[in-house]
């Protein structure tokens, strides 16, 4: 009865609206870091994809994931809800919910068809999650087909062991396609969302592209060896050998993927990988955008291009993305489309758990009872400039954060009770720790900052404040 109820109260919108409702075409990246788009000031890469997309739309310089782990970022975009909201929240407790309609499942209940494509890294399957049809879907439960394997630089794999292509069922397995991340992954990816945007059905749709580039294992795509070399690789301007102290992941799996202490060559030659696979992903998200021209749908569908997080890279002597940091938490997010102002750029505070009610806002679909995040459409329609008054973050019990819409940050660290404080108006790369200066002013804005996380972590359930 509900799946009925929204199908015909979106027919209802969708006749009284002005045009036909926009297609959403949703591409994420997985582990990018949001300064790797050539045409937002990072001369060393090649994105002209990306680019276009920069001049055809909006470019939000403050969008956030707050939680930089891959699944727990998904769960909060599949939602609309916080971690600590729908049961995801990395280190205790990952089953969602049992009150929640999923992104898919609104926009599916509200006329459209909903597609996934590529890595499916939350629990059940795209179809118990909402969406209508799936092509190129890559998960795990290949196990039985792994062999041992190793990234570009002989290191034994330990991302996406036994990941295969699949059916929605799980059932059947391809894996002529590959096992594990393969160095065309991205085109196949790409040739999975393209045979969905052929289908050019009468209804408007929504297609959800999951890449896992430039996640690692990392290889040079086919046809990039040589593009980018090391000695032309410059350093992250925060790059340090060692972090200065353990943030909570020193053990993690990625800060395992770069030796201690970083030295100025690995890091370089890590950067060649990452800069040449995230080229080719722009080249396959070319095409897909291709298609969409061809199709004759390109000037009603809304693009969105954004990552799960960001990554470290050697900024901060780290190489993983679980850390509070700019180059982690903030993540490249541009929207093009039907509405959205061309070659616009925001510093409008957003959540990527938000980009589901504000795409529902977009489709003049209803946003269900379930989703607790706000929606950010009247940035896009440039009836606002700002969104969010604060910003906060969080991974597993060892690290929040705030950030201010006036472009102060507090991070904490309680499992060795450490505070950093950084004023990035003028400190952008974090490198100044004021949390100790002496200063009465930053004493006092340290404090206020102490006071607003610590409602913002008892208002949210903070599941460690219960331990006290």
Same mark, same amino acid.
């Given at each position: 009865?509900?799946?009925?109820?929204?199908?015909?109260?979106?027919?209802?919108?969708?006749?009284?609206?002005?045009?036909?409702?926009?297609?959403?075409?949703?591409?994420?990246? !997985?582990?990018?870091?949001?300064?790797?788009?050539?045409?937002?000031?990072?001369?060393?890469?090649?994105?002209?994809?990306?680019?276009?997309?920069?001049?055809?739309?909006?470019?939000?310089?403050?969008?956030?994931?707050?939680?930089?782990?891959?699944?727990?970022?998904?769960?909060?975009?599949?939602?609309?809800?916080?971690?600590?909201?729908?049961?995801?929240?990395?280190?205790?407790?990952?089953?969602?919910?049992?009150?929640?309609?999923?992104?898919?499942?609104?926009?599916?209940?509200?006329?459209?068809? +909903?597609?996934?494509?590529?890595?499916?890294?939350?629990?059940?399957?795209?179809?118990?999650?909402?969406?209508?049809?799936?092509?190129?879907?890559?998960?795990?439960?290949?196990?039985?087909?792994?062999?041992?394997?190793?990234?570009?630089?002989?290191?034994?794999?330990?991302?996406?062991?036994?990941?295969?292509?699949?059916?929605?069922?799980?059932?059947?397995?391809?894996?002529?396609?590959?096992?594990?991340?393969?160095?065309?992954? #991205?085109?196949?990816?790409? !040739?999975?969302?393209?045979?969905?945007?052929?289908?050019?059905?009468?209804?408007?749709?929504?297609?959800? *592209?999951?890449?896992?580039? %430039?996640? !690692?294992?990392?290889?040079? %795509?086919?046809?990039?060896?040589?593009?980018?070399?090391? $000695?032309?690789?410059?350093?992250?301007?925060?790059?340090?050998?060692?972090?200065?102290?353990?943030?909570?992941?020193?053990?993690?799996?990625?800060?395992?993927?770069?030796?201690?202490?970083? +030295?100025?060559?690995?890091?370089?030659?890590?950067?060649?990988?990452?800069?040449?696979? *995230?080229?080719?992903?722009?080249?396959?998200?070319?095409?897909?955008?291709?298609?969409?021209?061809?199709?004759?749908?390109?000037?009603? +569908?809304?693009?969105?291009?954004?990552?799960?997080?960001?990554?470290?890279?050697?900024?901060?002597?780290?190489?993983?993305?679980?850390?509070?940091? $700019?180059?982690?938490?903030?993540?490249?997010? *541009?929207?093009?489309?039907?509405?959205?102002?061309?070659?616009?750029?925001?510093?409008?505070?957003?959540?990527?758990?938000?980009?589901?009610?504000?795409?529902?806002?977009?489709?003049?679909?209803?946003?269900?009872?379930?989703?607790?995040?706000?929606?950010?459409?009247? *940035?896009?329609?440039?009836?606002?400039?700002?969104?969010?008054?604060?910003?906060?973050?969080?991974? +597993?019990? #060892?690290?929040?954060?705030?950030?201010?819409?006036?472009?102060?940050?507090?991070?904490?660290?309680?499992?060795?009770?450490?505070?950093?404080?950084?004023?990035?108006?003028?400190?952008?790369?974090?490198?100044? !720790?004021?949390?100790?200066?002496?200063?009465?002013?930053?004493?006092?804005?340290?404090?206020?900052?102490?006071?607003?996380?610590?409602?913002?972590?008892?208002?949210?359930?903070?599941?460690?404040?219960?331990?006290?």
């Amino acid at each position: 009865m509900k799946h009925i109820l929204y199908f015909f109260t979106a027919l209802l919108l969708h006749s009284t609206a002005a045009g036909a409702p926009p297609n959403i075409l949703f591409l994420l990246a !997985d582990d990018m870091r949001p300064d790797c788009i050539a045409a937002l000031g990072n001369d060393k890469i090649e994105t002209p994809n990306l680019d276009r997309l920069v001049e055809r739309g909006m470019t939000f310089t403050r969008a956030t994931c707050s939680y930089p782990i891959c699944v727990v970022s998904r769960s909060e975009m599949l939602t609309g809800r916080h971690g600590w909201e729908n049961g995801v929240m990395g280190f205790r407790g990952n089953k969602f919910q049992p009150d929640i309609t999923y992104w898919a499942e609104a926009l599916r209940d509200g006329g459209y068809e +909903t597609w996934h494509v590529g890595k499916w890294h939350v629990s059940g399957r795209p179809s118990t999650r909402g969406y209508s049809d799936v092509a190129g879907l890559f998960g795990s439960g290949g196990g039985s087909f792994w062999k041992d394997q190793t990234d570009w630089k002989g290191f034994p794999i330990t991302g996406y062991r036994g990941w295969i292509f699949q059916t929605d069922d799980g059932k059947t397995k391809f894996p002529k396609m590959g096992v594990g991340v393969t160095r065309d992954i #991205s085109e196949k990816f790409a !040739d999975a969302a393209i045979s969905l945007i052929e289908k050019n059905p009468e209804a408007p749709w929504f297609c959800h *592209v999951n890449f896992t580039a %430039p996640h !690692d294992p990392l290889f040079i %795509p086919p046809g990039l060896e040589g593009k980018y070399e090391n $000695e032309n690789m410059p350093l992250p301007g925060n790059y340090l050998s060692v972090h200065p102290f353990d943030h909570g992941n020193f053990d993690g799996r990625d800060e395992a993927l770069l030796p201690w202490p970083r +030295t100025r060559e690995a890091v370089q030659d890590l950067l060649r990988v990452y800069y040449s696979v *995230v080229d080719d992903m722009d080249a396959q998200i070319g095409r897909i955008l291709d298609a969409v021209e061809k199709s004759g749908e390109l000037d009603n +569908t809304i693009v969105i291009f954004t990552s799960d997080h960001g990554m470290g890279c050697g900024s901060h002597g780290l190489r993983g993305k679980q850390n509070m940091y $700019e180059h982690t938490i903030n993540v490249p997010f *541009v929207a093009a489309g039907p509405g959205i102002k061309k070659g616009a750029r925001t510093d409008a505070q957003i959540y990527l758990r938000e980009l589901y009610p504000t795409t529902c806002e977009l489709a003049g679909v209803k946003t269900p009872a379930s989703v607790t995040a706000t929606s950010f459409a009247p *940035v896009l329609r440039s009836e606002a400039k700002s969104h969010q008054e604060n910003i906060y973050g969080y991974f +597993t019990d #060892s690290q929040r954060m705030i950030r201010t819409g006036d472009g102060w940050k507090l991070a904490y660290y309680p499992q060795i009770d450490r505070w950093q404080l950084f004023d990035l108006n003028t400190d952008p790369l974090e490198q100044n !720790d004021l949390s100790s200066s002496g200063d009465p002013a930053h004493l006092k804005r340290k404090n206020a900052l102490k006071v607003q996380l610590e409602a913002w972590r008892k208002d949210t359930g903070d599941p460690l404040l219960s331990d006290r």
